[in-house]
T-cell receptor, first 112, second 113 residues
Framework: KAGVTQTPRYLIKTRGQQVTLSCSPI?????VSWYQQTPGQGLQFLFE???????NKGNFPGRFSGRQFSNSRSEMNVSTLELGDSALYLC???????????FGPGTRLTVT | GNSVTQMEGPVTLSEEAFLTINCTYT??????LFWYVQYPGEGLQLLLK?????DKGSNKGFEATYRKETTSFHLEKGSVQVSDSAVYFC????????????FGAGTQVVVTP
C-alpha cells in the first residue's frame, strides 16, 4: 500500500497570509491526525478527524483549522500566519482503534 | 493530564554497544504505548507498540516492555549500528482518544563506527 502523502513538502509564506496543507492517508484508513513539530515545543497534537468529523482537538488557537473529505483526505488551514507558526507539520493516518499511527514525510512551513 | 518523560540526549554510542532509552509516563486510564523513530529530514516511523501491561513490543532488534507498576516503557537494543542513528520518541494514547498521541521530547541517538 502507498504510504501517507503530504503536499506540498516545503512552503514559504509571509506573516499575515494563510496556508492550506494537504494529506492523503493510507488507503482504507479513516482517521487522520495532524501534529506540529518545532525544536522548542516538540511534537504537539493539533486535531484528529474520523469519518469527516473532528474527534479530538489540541490546544491551538482558532487560526488553525482542518477538515476531512469523504475519501478520508484531509486539509489543515492556518490563517493570519505568525512567525511562530514556522514548523514541520506532520499528518498521520490510522486504521482505527488500535492507536497506531502512520506518518507522512511532513510539510516544512517557513513564515517570514 | 497525560504526559511522557524521556531521558535527554544526545546519547552517543559505539557500534555494537547496548542501547537503553528510558521512558516513563503518566496517564489516566490504561494507555497504549509506542516508540517512534525519526531519521533526518523524514517523518516518524512506528517502531513498536504495546497495548496492555506486560506486553513486549519488538521490531528490528528493538524491544520495550509495558511495565504498569513502574509506569515505564524503556526501549532497548542489544547491538546498535550506525544506521540506528536517529531521534527516538516515546508516545501514548488513551482510550477513546486513540487518535491523539502524546509524545515525549525525543532522544537523539548517535552511533559512531
Amino acid at each position: 500500500k502507498a504510504g501517507v502523502t503530504q503536499t506540498p513538502r516545503y512552503l514559504i509564506k509571509t506573516r499575515g497570509q494563510q496556508v492550506t496543507l494537504s494529506c492523503s492517508p493510507i488507503s482504507g484508513h479513516r482517521s487522520v491526525s495532524w501534529y506540529q513539530q518545532t525544536p522548542g515545543q516538540g511534537l504537539q497534537f493539533l486535531f484528529e478527524y474520523f469519518s469527516e468529523t473532528q474527534r479530538n482537538k489540541g490546544n491551538f488557537p482558532g487560526r488553525f483549522s482542518g477538515r476531512q473529505f469523504s475519501n478520508s483526505r484531509s486539509e489543515m488551514n492556518v490563517s493570519t500566519l505568525e512567525l511562530g507558526d514556522s514548523a514541520l507539520y506532520l499528518c498521520a493516518s490510522s486504521p482505527g482503534t488500535t492507536g497506531e499511527q502512520y506518518f507522512g514525510p511532513g510539510t516544512r512551513l517557513t513564515v517570514t | 493530564g497525560n504526559s511522557v518523560t524521556q531521558m535527554e540526549g544526545p546519547v552517543t554510542l559505539s557500534e555494537e554497544a547496548f542501547l537503553t532509552i528510558n521512558c516513563t509516563y503518566t496517564a489516566t486510564g490504561y494507555p497504549s504505548l509506542f516508540w517512534y523513530v525519526q531519521y533526518p529530514g523524514e517523518g516518524l516511523q512506528l517502531l513498536l507498540k504495546a497495548t496492555k501491561a506486560d506486553d513486549k513490543g519488538s521490531n528490528k532488534g528493538f524491544e520495550a516492555t509495558y511495565r504498569k507498576e513502574t509506569t515505564s516503557f524503556h526501549l532497548e537494543k542489544g547491538s546498535v549500528q550506525v544506521s540506528d542513528s536517529a531521534v527516538y520518541f516515546c508516545a501514548l494514547s488513551v482510550g477513546d482518544s486513540w487518535g491523539k498521541l502524546q509524545f515525549g521530547a525525543g532522544t537523539q541517538v548517535v552511533v559512531t563506527p
